[in-house]
C-alpha cells in the first residue's frame, strides 16, 4: 500500500534510501566490515574501529520497538494535525527519529515497547506540491 503512495514524490534525503532494480525503496545505513556496527545515517568511517573504506552499505531492519512518541497538534511543520513522532529502537541497535502512520486515536494505539513496522510514506507536501517521501513506522499487529 504504502508502495504505490511513494512511487511519485521526492525523498526527503536520498542518502537515506536506496532504490532496488524491482523499484522497492529500502532505507539504508552503513555496516563496518571489521566490526559489524551499522550506523545511520551512513558514514563513510567507523566510529569505533576508526578505519575507512570498511563500510559497507546495508538495509535496515523494516521492524523495530516503540521506545517513545509524542502526539503534536502544532501545525507550524507543515504535518496534517495531530500527528506523532518520536523514536523506535531497530534490532542493530539504530535509533530512528521518526513518525508514525496508521495508529489514531494515537495516544490509545500507541504503546511504549510494542512492536512496529517501517513504510516508505508522504510525510508532507512541499511549497511546490512535491510529495515528500520519508520513513515512519506504524503497529505491526495491524
Ligand atoms: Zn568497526
Known sequence: MSMERADRGVLVDSKFFSRREDGTIEVVGSRCRQCGRVFFPSKRACMDCMLWDEMEQVPLSRRGKLVSYSVSHDPLRGFPIPYAF???????????????????????????????????????????ENDIICYKFRPLDD
Open 86 to 128: 518520536g523514536y523506535v529502537m531497530l534490532p542493530e541497535g539504530i535509533m530512528l527519529y521518526s513518525l508514525f502512520t496508521d495508529c489514531e486515536p494515537f495516544e490509545e494505539r500507541l504503546k511504549t515497547g510494542m512492536d512496529m513496522e517501517m513504510v516508505i510514506d508522504r510525510m508532507m507536501t512541499d511549497r511546490y
